[in-house]
């Protein structure tokens, strides 16, 4: 499988790491940025490059990595085609694949020991989405919605509709 990850300066060692990780694992991993340790560099011109390639890819997933991984996964969703989930817990990487069929991992460095990490990212790459047709549903209209502003209907019964 093909990984292309991003990160910033505070996810840049759990960065590298991932990347030895993913060969050892027989994934292929791709390294979008940064190269060097800068403390001053800015998330966004990695998280996007490995998030605008994991698309292009199709066949690819994606990981950024910062100090929270919010800012990260918020730079990744401004992707057409990204649906980047930050997980917390092995339960939350399991879940944005089954649910959301998430294509980008978010992981916040300074938020997890190394190993806990590695486990979300393992998780993730196992995890297949479900394709129950509530699932394929929602993420459709999330789908309408990034490429033509098709506001999806609330439903008749709901006590709050516009």
Same mark, same amino acid.
């Given at each position: 499988?093909? $990984?292309?990850?991003? =990160? ?18 027989? @994934? ?20 996007? &490059?490995?998030? *605008?390639?994991?698309? =292009?890819?199709?066949? !690819? ?5 910062g100090g929270?991984?919010?800012? *990260?996964? +918020? ?9 980047? !989930?930050?997980?917390?817990?092995? #339960? ?11 294509? $980008?991992? =978010? +992981?916040?460095?300074?938020? @997890?020991?190394?190993?806990?990490? $590695?486990?979300?990212? #393992? ?10 047709? &509530? @699932?394929? &549903? &929602? +993420? ?7 490429? !033509?502003?098709?506001?999806p209907p609330?439903? #008749? ?6």
């Amino acid at each position: 499988m093909r $990984v292309y990850l991003g =990160s910033d300066h505070a996810g840049y060692e759990l960065k590298n790491h991932l990347v030895e990780w993913l060969k050892g694992a027989g @994934h292929e991993p791709i390294d979008c940025g940064p190269h060097i340790y800068d403390a001053q560099d800015d998330y966004p011109p990695f998280c996007l &490059r490995a998030a *605008e390639r994991t698309v =292009s890819d199709g066949e !690819a997933f994606g990981v950024v990595i910062g100090g929270s991984g919010n800012g *990260e996964a +918020i730079a990744a969703n401004k992707v057409r085609g990204v649906r980047a !989930a930050l997980a917390w817990s092995e #339960e939350t990487a399991t879940l944005a694949r089954e649910h959301n069929n998430a294509n $980008v991992l =978010s +992981i916040g460095a300074r938020m @997890h020991p190394t190993e806990d990490a $590695v486990r979300f990212l #393992e998780v993730f790459l196992d995890t297949a989405f479900t394709g129950d047709e &509530r @699932h394929v &549903r &929602r +993420i459709d209209m999330l789908s309408g919605y990034e490429m !033509a502003g098709t506001m999806p209907p609330i439903p #008749e019964h709901h006590p709050h509709r516009d």
